[in-house]
């Protein structure tokens, strides 16, 4: 009976891989690199950071009121989100390879902004 359940498991967990697969992707350099650009003599790539994430949850639940009502509810939801952003600009030519880094000024104003009003609220207290 342990090893039927077992069985069973994997058979599970194979299950919720392969829909999470379907779901999200399959992490591949495709999914981070572009396809090369041709630009005269030079390859011109872009490399992303990708985050992907989500989850689930049910439940049940049952109860008695001081009247002796008797209730039950169940419910289940999920979400998630995927995001990407350009980091790197790859540059190949026939003598060498360059990598510029792709910088997010909005992301760094915003950063700094935040950093800014922590310090202020916790130096006038």
Do not use: C, Y
């Amino acid at each position: 009976m342990a090893n039927d359940d077992k069985t069973t498991s994997e058979a599970i967990a194979s299950q919720i891989g392969g829909a999470l697969t379907g779901l999200f992707g399959e992490a591949s350099p495709s999914a981070l690199f572009s396809e090369p650009i041709k630009h005269g003599d030079d390859l011109l790539v872009t490399a992303v950071a990708w985050e992907r994430a989500g989850g689930f949850g049910f439940g049940a639940g049952q109860g008695q009121s001081g009247d002796d009502e008797v209730g039950s509810g169940e419910g289940g939801g999920g979400g998630g989100f995927s995001q990407g952003r350009p980091v790197a600009m790859i540059r190949v030519t026939p003598s060498r390879v360059e990598v510029t880094p792709v910088i997010d000024f909005t992301k760094i104003g915003v950063t700094l902004l935040l950093a800014t009003i922590g310090v202020w609220r916790a130096l006038s207290r």
